[in-house]
């Protein structure tokens, strides 16, 4: 009996805390959202689990332990390998010629990171929160997980899990948080505009965009290299035709290896200890506020743009909100958003794809540029 005992006294069930039961409850959301709703279930039920995992008692399967998450994430997110390698599949699954083919929607990609910035200085100057910190809770705004994982595990490691799930779970609250967004900003005469297609783009200049984005962008901001190299890296794979091995494996299996470490070590990131804090809320707070800007400042840069442009020129400033980098459900929102808002006269899919892709550049940009001015 007193055996038994002494096992009990030892096992998860006698040492559950009440910060335990209320991870696990998170962990449910997540999971349930993924399951029934669909809510970028390739990550969220990864992370969920990891949450899981993270919170068992005794159990040493958090990310700050030395059992295997902990080697997953001290190999895989402290050593910046995972994210990039995540942005490497991304590149082989995008195809940049909606950009190409009308460059001037990369100005609306840069244009929706406005709230990364607006974020980050809120954050650091009426919230309390340090410089490093705040850039953290200001990439959420470009609605990129791997960015914000790859930024957050160099500036603010203890940041990781409130921010990590902050990013997909906006990522996927996209139907729901953008159209109030693009309604409030934008008139019936705008949402009616339609833009002509453009002409095909050549497989010459298909080829050429990686090789010349990645040597511009990492010559001006040479610590987005890791992200943008990689992406530009999967997309010359994808486009050069003569890969198709290695564009089937970065697009397929690679991709799908590292998104269920990845996920299952940053869900492990958040024991209770350190996610149940008063700075999660005020970090999921700043994420939705920072999503919000990301989403008017594409729309407004929009609708400047079309005060100099020519009447046959002029953009549809709704494509201005899939300038976040949440690939390609943002674009689909916006199509969806402006199809029923004319009766399904006009459908702006594709011209919405261009910033919706220059949004993941412009994230990987501004998460360089944080760490260039942050780590001097």
């Not at 949450?51 to 895989?76: D, K, Q």
């Not at 902050?166 to 409030?184: G, K």
């Not at 080829?207 to 990689?230: D, E, K, Q, R, Y």
């Not at 690939?327 to 594709?350: C, D, H, I, W, Y």
Request: proline share 7%; hydrophobic share 55%.
């Amino acid at each position: 009996m007193q055996t038994f005992l002494e096992l009990v006294q030892r096992s998860g069930f006698a040492n559950l805390t009440f910060g335990n039961w209320s991870m696990f409850a998170v962990a449910g959301v997540l999971i349930f959202l993924a399951i029934r709703k669909e809510y970028e279930p390739l990550l969220l039920i990864p992370i969920g689990f990891g949450i899981m995992l993270a919170n068992f008692p005794m159990a040493e399967m958090g990310s700050y332990h030395s059992g295997l998450m902990g080697l997953i994430y001290s190999g895989g997110i402290k050593t910046e390998l995972l994210p990039p390698i995540i942005f490497l599949g991304i590149g082989v699954l995008t195809d940049f010629r909606p950009l190409l083919g009308r460059p001037i929607t990369f100005l609306l990609g840069a244009a929706a990171q406005l709230g990364i910035f607006i974020a980050a200085i809120g954050a650091a100057y009426f919230l309390g929160f340090s410089y490093k910190e705040a850039a953290c809770i200001g990439i959420i705004g470009g609605a990129d997980g791997p960015t914000s994982i790859f930024l957050t595990s160099q500036l603010a490691p203890h940041l990781l899990g409130p921010v990590a799930v902050a990013a997909y779970s906006y990522m996927s609250l996209v139907p729901i948080i953008q159209p109030p967004v693009m309604r409030l900003l934008t008139t019936q005469k705008e949402r009616e505009i339609d833009m002509p297609q453009v002409k095909p783009v050549s497989p010459a200049a298909a080829i050429m965009f990686p090789i010349v984005t990645v040597i511009v962008t990492s010559l001006a901001v040479p610590s987005c290299t890791p992200l943008i190299g990689m992406l530009m890296f999967g997309n010359l794979l994808r486009e050069c035709g003569v890969t198709e091995r290695l564009r089937r494996t970065a697009g397929g299996a690679l991709i799908n290896i590292v998104t269920i470490f990845l996920g299952l070590a940053v869900g492990a990131t958040m024991g209770a200890e350190h996610f149940l804090t008063y700075r999660t809320i005020l970090v999921l707070i700043l994420g939705a506020v920072a999503f919000a800007f990301s989403t008017a400042g594409g729309i407004i840069f929009a609708k400047i743009l079309n005060l100099f442009l020519p009447e046959k020129s002029k953009v549809n400033p709704c494509i201005g909100a899939a300038g976040v980098s949440a690939v390609p459900m943002s674009a689909r929102v916006v199509q969806k958003f402006v199809s029923e808002a004319t009766n399904g006269k006009v459908n702006p899919l594709m011209p919405a794809m261009g910033p919706n892709v220059a949004g993941v550049i412009g994230s990987a940009v501004a998460a360089g540029v944080f760490l260039m001015l942050l780590t001097a």
